[in-house]
């Protein structure tokens, strides 16, 4: 079956450049929507580039589009900004110091859904 999404090319390198170029592409356009959106929706562009790297560049390069995207979103424009940590681990059950209640962690799961 042929599809009718034609890959941008069949040489690797390409491929995974344009799949760069789209994620560095979306970043820098939500850096620029920044002042507009503050901290909501930090993934709404670099949902855009994982698409068009999975339609254009293949699989393999939108994997690569989807890690740097979801690693600079959560780096540039999720609290703490210019950081990597994650702020919803203080709220992770496996970390306080209270045992005493064994099902938070399932209950903490089904919460966070």
């Known amino acids: ?6 890959r941008f090319s069949t ?6 450049a ?19 959106l503050g901290n909501y929706s930090p993934y709404i562009l670099p949902y855009g580039a994982v698409a068009l790297s999975a339609i254009y560049a293949g699989f ?3 994997t690569l589009a989807a ?3 979801l690693i600079g ?6 609290p703490p900004r210019g950081s990597l940590a994650l702020a919803f681990l203080g709220r992770w059950p496996l970390h306080s110091k209270q045992r005493e ?6 209950q903490f799961l ?3 859904r």
Request: aromatic share 14%.
């Open 101 to 106: 209640n064994k099902a938070s962690f399932g």
């Open 73 to 78: 979103a959560n780096y540039w424009f999720v």
């Open 60 to 62: 393999d390069p939108s």
């Open 110 to 112: 089904l919460v966070q």
């Open 67 to 69: 890690l740097l995207g």
């Open 1 to 6: 079956m042929v599809s009718r999404w034609g």
């Open 11 to 16: 040489n690797a390198l390409s491929r995974y």
């Open 18 to 36: 344009v799949a760069l170029a789209a994620t560095a592409l979306a970043l820098l356009g939500r850096s620029l929507l920044a002042p507009y």
